[in-house]
Every structure is written in C-alpha cells, then in structure tokens.
C-alpha cells in the first residue's frame, strides 16, 4: 500500500482508490498510529566457517538465523527479507539455502559477495546477514548475533 502523511505524527492520507485502516492504537507520546501497520526493525549477524563446504555453510547459517531469532524472540513468520553476504573465499552454497532447507520459502531473500577491504573487519570465511523483521521491541531492545570468528566484529554489543 502507497500512503503519504503530511508529517510523521499525523494519520496517513489515502491515494486515490486506496484505502487505509482507521483502528489507531495510542502511543506513549500520544500520537496514533494504524494498528495493522507493524513496527519493522532491522537485525544484524556474521558467523564464521571452519571449512568452506556445503554442511557448514547450511549448518552455520542455519544456527546464525535461529540465535537472531530466539535472542529476539521472533518466529519466521515475522521475517519481511534477509540480504546474506560472504566473503571471497565461501564458494560451496548460497546461505539462503539454508534458509528454504527450513522450509522458509516465502521470504525474499539476496546473496552478494563482501566487499575485499583490508583491515580487521575483513575475516576470512565468513558469512554476514541482515534482517528485515517485524517487532514490537524497541531498538535498544533488539540483540543481534554474532558467532564464532565474527564475534570480534561487534564485540561491543550484548549476546
């Protein structure tokens, strides 16, 4: 749905043909918001492999996405995308295969290949992702996850 709003705390105004929920919920400052539009958050996570095969990139990005999942307490349902990047060195599968072998097949998903900066950040076999999801935690309140060799990544932030 296309929607405008003449400033962020006012109601969305309908284009022309479409129409748009009136059920408002009040937030903490007030305001209203339409209650089927839910809040959508963005998530981060890395992970290293040991080898560069088939199994661990499925095994390592399979347990990448559910501790994302389960630190936020979110279920595949609330999943919007998932944009996975690796490094020049992982060849043996697309980490979005991991995904459809859970059976989430209904959301889009990119693979690209990271950028080959050197400095610290550059580690070897590694995978990276970011999540589109819905959420009612606050932003403060989301943990990401990073595991294994790309804990050193993010070091500063909470598991």
Excluded: K
């Amino acid at each position: 749905m296309t929607w405008e709003a003449s400033s962020p705390r006012e109601t969305p105004v309908p284009l022309e043909g479409e129409h748009i929920s009136t059920d408002t919920r009040s937030t903490t400052d007030g305001a209203t918001t339409p209650h089927d539009r839910p809040r959508v958050a963005a998530l981060r996570g890395a992970t290293t492999l040991d080898a560069d095969t088939r199994d661990q990139v499925l095994e390592r990005t399979t347990e990448l996405l559910s501790a994302m999942l389960e630190r936020n307490r979110l279920g595949s349902a609330d999943l919007i995308s998932l944009v996975f990047t690796a490094t020049e060195d992982v060849h043996s599968e697309f980490p979005a295969a991991a995904v459809r072998e859970a059976g989430i097949s209904d959301v889009p998903m990119l693979c690209a290949r990271e950028l080959p900066i050197d400095g610290p950040s550059n580690i070897s076999l590694c995978i990276r992702v970011l999540a589109h999801v819905h959420t009612d935690r606050a932003r403060a309140d989301l943990r990401h996850a990073y595991l294994h060799g790309a804990r050193q990544l993010r070091s500063d932030l909470p598991e």
